[in-house]
């Protein structure tokens, strides 16, 4: 710090000071995270805490559900939702376990990695004293050719096994030559938490800098959309964009098509569209299925689903018509599909040009592409081979303009509860084919005129992609190599002979060799080195 | 085709049933010694001093019945392999398409994966043999529950699963969850087993007096685990949310089988990091990978009956 710090220290032990014992308290926890048996409690931490998040439903998921479940469990849901239990994985207990367990990960293996570095570049040590204790051991062995020739022999062979090898020459005039093998066990492994790493930091970059947005398109070139916010129907940006961000595109959906086996079961869809990626720009056809989306720059526009929206013309009491195309919603297989229309501004007298709120209508009910000819209530296949429309006609207020967005998918259910909108048909509904038409009681007129296709779209981007999927195959590549892997030490003593042989030349060759973690074939490595070793010939 | 996929499908099992009665009588009657010395020199092999590796002439028992029985319980696993091959191989023709598209097939190609992995384990170690009831056992129940509950007739794929990703993804998981549903039984016969040494009498440690010894059962079921872990990650992992990708938008939405796919992942890698750690048990370690096995039946029965996901091929029967 200062100059203080480095006057001599009093002879005296100074009594242990208290930040003393705060730093030691702050390494000894840090030692504790960054233990494997830490590491080895967080992922158990992290697989229980993933657990709940497939119990209930999740809002990211299927928002749906998580309304439904808080129909049916009015009490037991707020409590649910305050600890998290509908967005479990981005919930704080969940975020505290990865990024504990991923500080411990840098925790320890940055330490690994300079440890790793500095093995790297050390040499084997010398053989040890008595090679016959290690696990693997060959006698001795007599072949000819002088100690310094047979020890650089016996180090080509271990060099084309591609072993890290170091001959040493002994005063006694022994040689000895000591390699090692299988670092690529701890680089994998090494590699394999790195890569854990940088697949978080993708999925986290991906999450603030990604967008997506669902849009429900109809069929036609007189209508499409173009990329923003407000086109879609439900959409989110990353916290990091803004809605200026979103790159220019526009699409509309020239064709879609659906294949069905004779039980219903859907074989193929299609989408054809026209594009167009700048402004007034040209219009460029392209297609796009279930498993092969459209992928634009940074935009990527996926085919979800379809569905029917019937075509509607209405008569009012002045004669004046108005026609709307509206999606009903496929709620099952064979795509029997709800859907309410909704005319909010008929009925307008000419005279007055004022609009009647109690004059407004409304028509709601079921579509099914094929009618069950036993008079069933749903479809029975997907296509339109006997289409027909059952709906049920209202009128009244429809409280499409008391300030809160009404769904266009169903009728506000309040103005029924409190009567300001009525039920003007009979009990059952209204049967209607293409081309017929239906008139209510007060003279007005609807008209079925056919229906169009729709397609359900998510758009999506998501520009760390690259980097995740990166990280994931170098981990795989790191978890192979360290699975595999096994570090193993050999080592042979060249001695001149004693004895009788003494002075006629030749060496006498001994091994040993140790497996440095568990690894069951290395007999019979050992054996293929001591083997090659001997068949090297003396240079 | 179909009707004759059922039927081999039968037969698989009833000769699955065979096998495990034959290494049942082997157990009952089995030569204690016999498989005990059998055990131990294959244990030699693998890495104990070399000086104990001569292998002893091995005196052949003259009337084992026993070993008799357990040889006749390995040629009818082995038919019941190819029966099981042909069940399989015949509902891909009937279905004009890999066979893989329905919690019934998924089944019936995992045990496929898991009794051919058990067979090549008892090509390189026959002293592994009284394992098998507890293999057969395994292989047995599965393929029961494949035909009670999840039967599927056979029908071509919803446009989803029309994707080269169908081949890649589904077989790299099914090929991990065969060897992993293999792996799980030295996993727990070696727990049974370490009991049994460790002087327990009771039920489930007696079972532990005939099958071989604990250290062999434990580096069995290392090296099975070591060995599926990578192919489950690379599928489950890595061609999973590239497909989902390209089919979804995103690669990865926390669905329900998304979900359990990596809390099997987790504890897999726990179990690989307990047995890496030196101050945890091996037997903690083991009952690691049975919790990791534990998930991955909660995916495929508890995931596919009981929650509602985007995995269309997920459903059990219908569809
Ligand atoms: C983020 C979660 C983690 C996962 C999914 C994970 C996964 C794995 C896996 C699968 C292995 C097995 C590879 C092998 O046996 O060679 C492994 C090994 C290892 N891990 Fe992790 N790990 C994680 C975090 C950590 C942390 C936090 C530490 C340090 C405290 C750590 C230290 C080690 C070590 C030292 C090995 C090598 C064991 C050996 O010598 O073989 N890991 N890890």
Redesign the pocket.
Known sequence: MTAVDQRPAPAAEPPPRRPNRAWALLRNSWRQL???R??LV??FLLAVAAIPGSVLPQRAVNAENVAGYFRDHPDLAPVLDRLGGFDVYASPWFASIYLL??T??V???VP?LLDHARALRTVPPDAPRRLERLPQHAAAEPRPGDPAAVAAAIKAALRGRRFRTVVRERPDGTWTVSAEKGFL?ETG?LL??FA?LAVLIGVGFGHWYGWHGNRLLLEGTDVGFCNSLAQYDESSLGPRLGPADLPFFCLRLTDFHATYQSNGQPKTFGADADVQTEQDGPWRPVAFTVNHPLRLSQANVHLLGHGYAPILRFTDRFGQQQTRTVPFLPRDQMLTSEGVVQFPDVNIDPKTGKRDEDLQVAFEGVYLPTVDPAGGATSIFPAEREPALFLTAYRGNLGVDAGLPGSVYALDRGQLANGELKQVSGQRPQRLTVGQSWTLDDGTKLEFLGTRQFATLAVRYDPTQPLVLGGAVLGLLG?ML??SGHRRRVWFRVTPPAGPEAGGGGSLVEAGGLPR?DYPGFREEFEQVVAAARDERTP | MAELSDQLMAFTVLAYLAAMVCYAAEYAFGNRSHIGRAATRQLVGAGAPAEAVEPEPEPAPPRDRGALLGKIGVGLTWLAFALHLGTVVTRGIAAHRMPWGNMYEFILAVTLVGSAVWLGVLTRKPAVRHLGLFAALALVVLLGAAGLIAYTPVSPLVPALNSYWYVIHVSTIILASGILLIGAVPAAMFLVRTGYDAGKRSFPYTLGAKVPPAEMLERLTFRLH?FA?PLFTFGALIAGPLWAEASWGRYWGWDPKEVWAFISW?VY?AY??A??TPSVKRTTATWIALVGFVTMLMNLFGVNLFFEGLHSYANAGGM
């Open positions: 960054t233990s494997m830490t590491a967080l992922l367990l991923f411990s990960l925790g320890c293996v690994r066990k492994n394999f938490h854990l978890l360290s699975l973690t | 070591a872990f987790v890698a690989l990091h047995r890496a």
